[in-house]
């Protein structure tokens, strides 16, 4: 007689388990043994820094820094200071066609950024009385400004009254005024000629020259003219 045998579902189960049991087991020795292996690198040399843009002006002895306080320093969110360089020379009494007065400043980059912006701006001319004048002035205070003859140059070349292949004259001409620079108001290196773009550590010379021009009458003895410089750089 032929028997047939029946496997009953709890057994069917547990042998299905069992093979579970083991494919568990099997993965879970894989993943500790690839755990076990691990690489990283830190990058802990990542900086990122400003550079500096700082202007020196020199006359001199006399020294002018944009920061206010000398080389390097803590530099504010304006980066200006006020420098008492008189590039009018500021000396007292002069005549009509008398002597020049010459001065001449030095600028220069002490950043570390070469610049892409030089100017030179002119502010308005006004006229009042001179420190010295005791009280005898002249009434030609809104012509005074164009009776004093003016310029500024760089080697070789005349910025106010414009050249660019000779110097400025050793004695200015009314070709250039103080009135005339207010209305130009700015010179920079795209003038033609054009102020130079520096460098950080080089610097440019510029000569101002300044004298009353000969057809100053009267009316302006005692007056004295002022106006403000300002530098520029960017």
């Known amino acids: 007689m032929i028997k047939f045998k029946f496997k009953t579902a709890s057994a069917r189960f ?68 006020n420098c008492a360089i008189n590039k009018l020379v500021g000396t007292l009494d002069q005549l009509p066609s008398g002597t020049p007065l010459t001065t001449t400043v030095t600028m220069k980059n002490t950043g570390n950024v070469t610049a892409s912006l030089e ?34 140059g760089i080697a070789g070349k005349c910025l106010y009254p414009a050249s660019a292949t000779v110097a400025c004259p050793s004695v200015p001409t009314s070709a250039g005024t103080l009135a005339g620079a207010a209305t130009l108001g700015t010179i920079d290196q795209n003038s033609s000629p054009g102020m130079v773009l520096l460098a950080p550590g080089a610097s440019q010379a510029y000569t101002f020259t300044a004298m009353l021009d000969s057809s100053a009458t009267n009316a302006d003895q005692g007056l004295a003219a002022s106006m403000t410089m300002t530098w520029n750089q960017a």
Not at 45 to 55: D, V
Not at 68 to 78: P, Y
Not at 131 to 144: E, I, L, Q, R, W
């Open 14 to 81: 547990g042998a299905l388990a069992t093979a579970g049991l083991a494919v568990v087991a099997l993965s879970t020795t894989a993943m500790t043994s690839l755990a076990g292996f691990s690489a990283q690198i830190v990058n802990n040399a990542n900086t990122f820094s400003a550079g500096t843009m700082q202007l020196e002006e020199s006359q001199g002895v006399t020294n002018c820094f944009s920061t206010g306080s000398g080389l390097g320093g803590t530099v504010t969110s304006a980066n200006s200071a």
């Open 119 to 152: 100017s030179l701006v002119f502010s308005a001319c006004s006229a009042a009385a001179a420190s010295n004048a005791n009280g005898y002035v002249g009434s030609d205070t809104t012509g005074f400004c164009g009776k004093v003859d003016f310029s500024v």
